[in-house]
């Protein structure tokens, strides 16, 4: 048999970390361009359902996950169930869906720090250089259509922290042997942290 099955992805973690600050930084000044801010929004993006598709950002919010008290874990764990059970109502036709992200308490997100890629640029109109479907772009959140037009010069780029984060999942991947595909939303991936916690005898 194989050998050890133990892989500390700690290191993997920090490079992500690294690509957050990095998207954090230009989106901050990207916001402050437009003059666009969240606070005082009464429509929470948390609660539109978005697919995560890296086991490194996986890694990176069950981290958050497992900083939280037990008390909210717990909670968290059962809005993750009523929040599944619902989304598989809504299967292929997800767009449809709004509800509130089981991390979501008092409309913040507990755990800010951990959140994936898609939590830090939502809501600024962005761009994509796609390998396979070329340019593709990004509107802003429902907040941004309502107050700013869209300046062609002033879309995120998500390109570079795609391609970064490509990177270092294809590294992690290699590392751990893993293939299959992963496509989760956030309640999903913290049921999956549950389910890590059986073991079969
Ligand atoms: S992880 Fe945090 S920022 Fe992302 S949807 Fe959930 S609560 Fe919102």
Same mark, same amino acid.
């Given at each position: 048999m194989g050998g050890s099955l133990q892989?500390? %992805?700690?290191?993997?973690?920090?490079?992500?970390?690294?690509?957050?600050?990095?998207?954090?930084?230009?989106?901050?000044?990207?916001?402050?361009?437009?003059?666009?801010?969240?606070?005082?929004?009464e429509d929470n993006c948390c609660n539109t359902v978005f697919y995560h598709y890296t086991l490194i950002e996986y890694f990176a919010l069950l981290e958050g996950f497992d900083n939280l008290p037990p008390e909210t874990q717990k909670k968290s764990i059962e809005r993750a169930r009523d929040y599944v059970q619902q989304l598989n109502r809504y299967r292929m036709r997800e767009e449809e869906l709004k509800i509130m992200c089981p991390l979501n308490y008092d409309?913040?997100?507990? %755990?800010?720090?951990?959140?994936?890629?898609?939590?830090? %640029?939502?809501?600024?109109?962005?761009?994509?250089?796609?390998?396979?479907?070329?340019?593709?772009?990004f509107s802003g959140c429902k907040r941004f259509e309502q107050q700013h037009k869209i300046l062609e010069e002033k879309r995120i780029d998500r390109t570079p922290y795609y391609t970064q984060i490509a990177t270092i999942e294809t590294r992690l991947r290699q590392d751990m042997d893993y293939m299959l595909k992963f496509r989760?939303?956030?309640?999903e991936m913290i049921l999956d942290r549950n389910l890590l916690s059986y073991r079969i005898i």
């Open positions: 892989l500390d %992805v700690s290191k993997y973690l920090e490079e992500l970390f690294e690509v957050y600050r990095e998207i954090d930084t230009e989106y901050e000044k990207i916001a402050s361009e437009y003059g666009f801010g969240c606070s005082g929004c409309g913040l997100c507990s %755990v800010y720090e951990h959140r994936p890629l898609i939590c830090r %640029v939502h809501g600024l109109p962005g761009m994509l250089q796609h390998p396979k479907k070329g340019k593709q772009l989760k939303t956030v309640a």
